[in-house]
């Protein structure tokens, strides 16, 4: 039997932490643990930790230099903002406050698209 690379490994490894906390996420949402407000809370942190460790992962991608660096620029770029709309969304829905429309949180949001 062969052993894999320590770099194989470790994705590897990073995949399967990222399976599991996302399954413990979705399952928690789909139970309804703690009913509709709770749900909301893990809801929305979720999708702003999501959005973050995707730009996490996306500037990592760009420390390389090849010709995919400026792509992986701007994705992280564009997680990067879609996850600080997702804060000033969580914070609206946090504190009570009605969500405007439109609102801060749609600048980030629409700096996403290309």
Same mark, same amino acid.
Request: net charge positive; aromatic share 14%.
């Given at each position: ?29 789909? /139970?309804?643990? +703690? $009913?509709?407000?709770? %749900?909301?809370?893990?809801?929305? *942190?979720?999708? @702003?930790?999501?959005?973050?460790? =995707? ?17 992986? /620029?701007?994705? +992280? $770029?564009?997680?990067? %903002?879609?996850?600080?709309?997702? *804060?000033?969304? @969580?914070?609206?829905?946090?504190? =009570? ?18």
């Amino acid at each position: 039997m062969r052993l894999l690379p320590s770099a194989n490994r470790r994705y590897l490894a990073v995949c399967a932490f990222t399976a599991a906390v996302t399954s413990a996420w979705a399952s928690f949402l789909v /139970l309804g643990i +703690g $009913g509709s407000s709770t %749900a909301q809370e893990v809801s929305n *942190v979720g999708l @702003t930790v999501a959005a973050f460790a =995707g730009a996490i992962g996306c500037f990592v991608g760009a420390r390389r230099r090849d010709r995919y660096r400026r792509s992986w /620029l701007f994705l +992280g $770029g564009a997680c990067f %903002a879609w996850g600080c709309g997702q *804060v000033v969304w @969580t914070w609206y829905e946090s504190t =009570g406050r009605e969500v405007p429309f439109p609102s801060y949180a749609d600048i980030g949001y629409l700096c996403l698209p290309p």
